[in-house]
């Protein structure tokens, strides 16, 4: 646990409950531009019957009230404004009209407390603000600041070390060559990683040798919270990585394999006390990985009580199949209806295509024995 600024804790995890110091407001003030009044002034005023109050006061912005109303009295105020003793409703403006320089009539009669917010109407003091465990939205910062909290405990970010195996890889900036690609994986994992509110540390490319990995995993699983290994695509490739992972510490692999597409090559360890991840070469298969197991793991880790993704409901707009004993995940764009409703357009293409995934706006599970889902279901779409 740490202290952050409260301005600068967008998206971390609460690390304890937060209670409200004080009352908000703190005072009684205008919901309306109008006239602050005593409302019984104001019973019985219709726009044929207007009850006649005299201006006394005119309240400014960021100021108290230079006195209290009496009988018949009433103080000019805009929509924020501090109401003075007595008052106990406003008339909005449009529902008055001035007939003189001190005069206003009512035109209609307002109740006691209308247009107004009472203090401690938003919280209480020692309210319950905020669990430990969320995650900050702008609202929250918003709020706590309007209490005067201006920092926060969360939960420290975790280092998150990403080693990538490949003979195949070159980094971004170079021109591959022949047999070769640039290395996708690491810098999507390192944004899933930020935009999970945790810190990415790229150990660089590795060659398809035992040695060199494995010195780069152990270093990797010293300076950090949780490793990820991105193996190269060959079978070769990803036992060699289940092998690396098993030697960096009891227990080890705990998963080597799991029933589902993409991602079947999915590693699951915990190494000395701190998880470590195998995900596939391909990259629709390693962010997808990424999001069914290492993201809520790192929430978990952080004491997270919300999932890390947002889903919405869709209506599939074909039929998908599926093999039975596995689950499938589709990648879907999603489009609006005419009737406001959304449409989950599957976007298929083969998992070692990237572009698969910025076509999509998210993906849609389907069950292990399911066998495919029929055009016109309603689906769940997990929001990347």
């Given at each position: 646990?740490?202290?952050?600024?409260?301005?600068?804790?967008?998206?971390?995890?609460?690390?304890?409950?937060?209670?409200?110091?004080?009352?908000?407001?703190?005072?009684?003030?205008?919901?309306?531009?109008?006239?602050?009044?005593?409302?019984?002034?104001?019973?019985?005023?219709?726009?044929?019957?207007?009850?006649?109050?005299?201006?006394?006061?005119?309240?400014?912005?960021?100021?108290?009230?230079?006195?209290?109303?009496?009988?018949?009295?009433?103080?000019?105020?805009?929509?924020?404004?501090?109401?003075?003793?007595?008052?106990?409703?406003?008339?909005?403006?449009?529902?008055?009209?001035?007939?003189?320089?001190?005069?206003?009539?009512?035109?209609?009669?307002?109740?006691?407390?209308?247009?107004?917010?009472?203090?401690?109407?938003?919280?209480?003091?020692?309210?319950?603000?905020?669990?430990?465990?969320?995650?900050?939205?702008?609202?929250?910062?918003?709020?706590?600041?309007?209490?005067?909290?201006?920092?926060?405990?969360?939960?420290?970010?975790?280092?998150?070390?990403?080693?990538?195996?490949?003979?195949?890889?070159?980094?971004?900036?170079?021109?591959?060559?022949?047999?070769?690609?640039?290395?996708?994986?690491?810098y999507t994992l390192a944004a899933l990683i930020r935009r999970d509110g945790h810190t990415p540390c790229l150990a660089g490319i590795f060659p398809d040798?035992?040695?060199?990995?494995?010195?780069?995993?152990?270093?990797?699983?010293?300076?950090?919270?949780?490793?990820?290994?991105?193996?190269?695509?060959?079978?070769?490739?990803?036992?060699?990585?289940?092998?690396?992972?098993?030697?960096?510490?009891?227990?080890?692999?705990?998963?080597?394999?799991?029933?589902?597409?993409?991602?079947?090559?999915?590693?699951?360890?915990?190494?000395?006390?701190?998880?470590?991840?195998?995900?596939?070469?391909?990259?629709?298969?390693?962010?997808?990985?990424?999001?069914?197991?290492?993201?809520?793991?790192?929430?978990?880790?952080?004491?997270?009580?919300?999932?890390?993704?947002?889903?919405?409901?869709?209506?599939?707009?074909?039929?998908?199949?599926?093999?039975?004993?596995?689950?499938?995940?589709?990648?879907?764009?999603?489009?609006?209806?005419?009737?406001?409703g959304l449409d989950a357009v599957p976007v298929f293409g083969k998992s070692n295509l990237i572009f698969t995934l910025i076509r999509a706006d998210g993906?849609?599970?389907?069950?292990?024995?399911?066998?495919?889902?029929?055009?016109?279901?309603?689906?769940?779409?997990?929001?990347?």
């Open positions: 646990m740490e202290e952050a600024p409260t301005s600068a804790a967008l998206d971390r995890v609460l690390a304890a409950d937060v209670l409200s110091p004080s009352d908000l407001p703190t005072f009684r003030r205008s919901t309306m531009d109008g006239f602050a009044v005593r409302a019984a002034d104001t019973f019985g005023a219709t726009e044929g019957l207007p009850a006649y109050l005299d201006i006394v006061d005119e309240v400014f912005m960021g100021r108290a009230p230079t006195r209290g109303l009496g009988t018949g009295q009433c103080a000019r105020i805009a929509t924020g404004g501090m109401l003075p003793d007595n008052a106990d409703a406003v008339v909005m403006v449009e529902q008055t009209q001035e007939v003189g320089p001190t005069t206003i009539e009512a035109l209609r009669a307002v109740a006691p407390g209308e247009n107004v917010v009472q203090i401690g109407e938003d919280v209480r003091t020692m309210d319950p603000l905020l669990t430990a465990g969320q995650r900050l939205r702008p609202q929250d910062l918003g709020g706590l600041l309007a209490l005067g909290i201006t920092s926060v405990p969360v939960a420290r970010r975790l280092s998150v070390g990403i080693v990538s195996g490949g003979d195949e890889l070159v980094a971004p900036e170079r021109e591959p060559g022949p047999g070769q690609i640039r290395d996708v994986n690491s040798d035992y040695a060199a990995l494995e010195s780069a995993a152990q270093t990797a699983l010293a300076a950090n919270d949780v490793v990820i290994l991105s193996a190269g695509s060959s079978v070769s490739a990803r036992d060699m990585t289940a092998q690396v992972v098993d030697s960096l510490g009891e227990p080890g692999v705990l998963v080597h394999g799991v029933s589902l597409k993409p991602g079947k090559p999915t590693i699951l360890a915990v190494c000395s006390g701190k998880p470590v991840f195998g995900l596939p070469g391909n990259p629709v298969s390693c962010m997808v990985t990424y999001d069914l197991f290492v993201a809520p793991t790192l929430a978990r880790l952080s004491g997270a009580t919300s999932p890390p993704r947002m889903s919405v409901t869709a209506r599939l707009t074909r039929n998908i199949a599926s093999a039975t004993g596995r689950e499938d995940y589709i990648q879907v764009r999603l489009e609006r209806r005419p009737d406001g993906m849609l599970k389907i069950p292990l024995d399911a066998g495919g889902l029929p055009a016109g279901a309603q689906v769940e779409v997990v929001l990347f």
